[in-house]
């Protein structure tokens, strides 16, 4: 009886000073949407009960080590246990029901989360090796940064061109996969004007850790400007060859692999091709096995033939002849 009581008090202290050690530390970055507050709930929930388990198996080991160690000259063999059918029924009972009642929570949680508001923000968010887009068919425009109203909930469509990826801005906490053939949603209400990051988080090949696109929260009106700037941007593209090629690179995804300033990335920079022919480059678009650059490696997707038309890949062609 007395071990029993020293544990449990061993347990009641070390779990106060674990408590006060897991709440003092900032595990998450900041919260910038609505969508953030259920989940950090739950995890706040989790960390407390994983800081309790912790306190609670070390606490009863620790004690164990120190209070029956074998004292000096005791040659004797320890005690034979059998098993104990009732501790067996407590430790199986107790943490099925604690699982169970995480698991409606995080029920609750994911139904919060994907609550709809009435006047919401169509995206459709179109993901491949290794690029995102972002296209507003109620706007018209396509972007390869996200820009989101603060204070508005956008709902996002997303699908992906090849493998699976996944949709992860960590300050908005949700997160979901993108995945060929169907289409996936996430409800996303930003809350917090600010610059983020979309990551990738579902390894995708060998520029995963690069697949990254800017999300920039703005005020309403600053979002209205953005809005009417790029629709203005796309009405001059169907003037110019160069601003159309340079919107398809950036809609396409190709800016994700290729620098336009010289910069080394998955594949080789689009500067200084001004001197080469046309019909080198479009062979490089839609046949990019047939002459890898030196250094690199044959692993451009093979179906932008597919995926372009011909005035479109023509349009990429004159903007990569037109960069110095
Ligand atoms: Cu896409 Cu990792």
Known sequence: MKHIINVI????VGTVVMLVAVNAIEWLPIAAAEEAG?????FGLEMNIIAFL???VMGFILYSVFAFRRKPGDESDGEHVEGNATLEIIWTVIPLI??????????????????KEPNELEVNVQSRQWSWTFEYPELGITSDELYLPAGFQAHLTMTSEDVIHSFWVPEFRVKQDTVPGITTELRIKPTVVGQYKVRCAELCGTS????LANVNVLEPADFDQWMLKKQGAAAAALEDPVVFGEM???NTGCLGCHSIDGSAMAGPTWQGLSAKDDAYLVDSIVNPGS????????IMPKNYGDLLSEDEINAIVAYIKSLE
Request: charged share 15%; hydrophobic share 60%; no cysteine.
């Open 9 to 12: 008090l061993l347990i009641i």
């Open 38 to 42: 259920p989940i950090d709930r739950l």
């Open 54 to 56: 912790y306190v609670f």
């Open 98 to 115: 604690t699982v169970l009642l995480l698991a409606l929570l995080g029920g609750f949680a994911l139904k919060e989360t994907m609550a």
């Open 208 to 211: 995963h850790y690069s697949m």
């Open 248 to 250: 398809v690179a950036q």
């Open 291 to 298: 002459a890898i650059a030196e250094g690199f490696a044959d």
